[in-house]
């Protein structure tokens, strides 16, 4: 039916532009657009329009799946909402300059070869 077709395009737009915002802003780190497609397949929001959450741990929010317990206070106290695209890139820098991809080690068998390759060039 043409509303499923519209859907689907529309649901791939949208992929595809929040891919693109990831990887403008993290342009001096590709490992960073891994890890988004590997934690969320470059979504913020999932078909209903509701901040994406985790399947494993619904504690998990966003493009970068980052964790309402251990983040949630620390992203308020910076000013950054992680249910926004913005926000959740924003925190998500702040965690990379901090820890590297360290809190995103639960998903390194999906982009850890991608890194090991990065290292020998």
Request: hydrophobic share 30%.
């Amino acid at each position: 039916s043409t509303s499923t077709e519209i859907v689907s395009t529309s649901t791939i737009k949208v992929k595809q532009n929040v891919e693109s915002i990831v990887k403008a802003h993290f342009s001096d780190a590709p490992i960073m657009h891994k890890i988004a497609y590997c934690e969320s397949r470059n979504r913020q929001f999932n078909k209903t329009g509701s901040v994406l959450r985790g399947v494993v741990n619904s504690k998990d929010v966003g493009v970068f799946q980052i964790n309402e317990r251990y983040h949630l206070s620390d992203s308020k106290k910076m000013g950054i909402s992680i249910y926004t695209i913005e926000g959740n890139m924003e925190y998500a820098r702040h965690l990379y300059e901090s820890q590297g991809t360290q809190p995103w080690s639960s998903s390194r068998p999906c982009w850890g070869s991608y890194e090991k390759l990065a290292m020998n060039r």
